[in-house]
């Protein structure tokens, strides 16, 4: 079974340039997660889709960061403009359907890791 | 308070010791607990769920306490191959559907 694919796997750009990062999920997988991970801390949920509906956004800084999933399977995470302290591993994550407990098992990607200058 | 708080680490043991790491939670309407492991500059994976009856996978134990909000992993007769960090899961159906990940324990197992 593939796995779920993230693209690009490094990314450097200056600060208050645009960035954005694409998420495939494992097929079948109705709801996809996007964390970002700091050096040294857990993964921080900014985003979660179910299906091509959001179901939680509360710690996505809107006024920069953007996400959609809109056919509701591959997903695209954006920053605009980015910041310094935006420089993080950002995850990708999948699972099967997040309403179904014993289904909550969350696959990850390999990560974008990002570098603000 | 943090809604998910792991031991502060890292753990150096030698190999074949036997270790455990606790998580607490702040929610009490949590739902379901799982133990992820990473391994450097990884992706987070799945190790074990963890279950109110409390189980067990080979050298792996986790276990629910749901009166004191606490679970634990216990590793025994650890491996070279066990040193990663360790992410303690939570999720919370209330208020909103929430992911919680600890910060994570490192831990280094050493020949």
């Known amino acids: 079974e593939a796995g779920v694919a993230q693209s690009p796997r490094y990314k450097i750009i200056e600060k208050r340039q645009s960035v954005a990062f694409w998420c495939n999920p494992i097929s079948g997988h109705a709801t996809l997660y996007w964390y970002q991970q700091i050096l040294g801390q857990g993964p921080k949920l900014l985003i979660q889709f179910q299906n091509n509906g959001v179901v939680d956004d509360s710690q996505l800084p809107k006024d920069r960061f953007s996400a959609e999933r809109l056919k509701g399977v591959d997903s695209t995470l954006k920053i605009q403009p980015a910041k310094l302290e935006d420089s993080a591993v950002y995850l990708c994550?999948?699972?099967?359907?997040?309403?179904?407990?014993?289904?909550?098992?969350?696959?990850f990607g390999p990560g974008t890791r990002l570098t603000v200058t | 308070r943090k809604e998910v708080e792991q031991d502060p680490g890292p753990f150096n043991v030698p190999e074949g010791a036997t270790v455990a790491f606790n998580c607490t939670y702040s929610n009490s309407a949590s739902q379901s607990f799982f133990w992820y492991r990473q391994d450097c500059r990884k992706e987070p994976k799945l190790l074990m769920s963890?279950?109110?009856s409390g189980n067990e996978d080979g050298r792996f134990t986790a276990q629910l306490n749901r009166a004191s909000q606490y679970i634990s992993l216990l590793i025994r007769d650890s491996k070279l191959s066990d040193s990663a960090t360790y992410l303690c899961v939570v999720t919370f159906l209330t208020g909103g559907f929430k992911t919680i990940f600890g910060a994570g324990t490192r831990l280094f197992v050493k020949a």
């Open positions: 994550a999948s699972s099967l359907d997040y309403q179904l407990a014993e289904f909550y098992e969350q696959y």
């Open positions: 963890v279950y109110s």
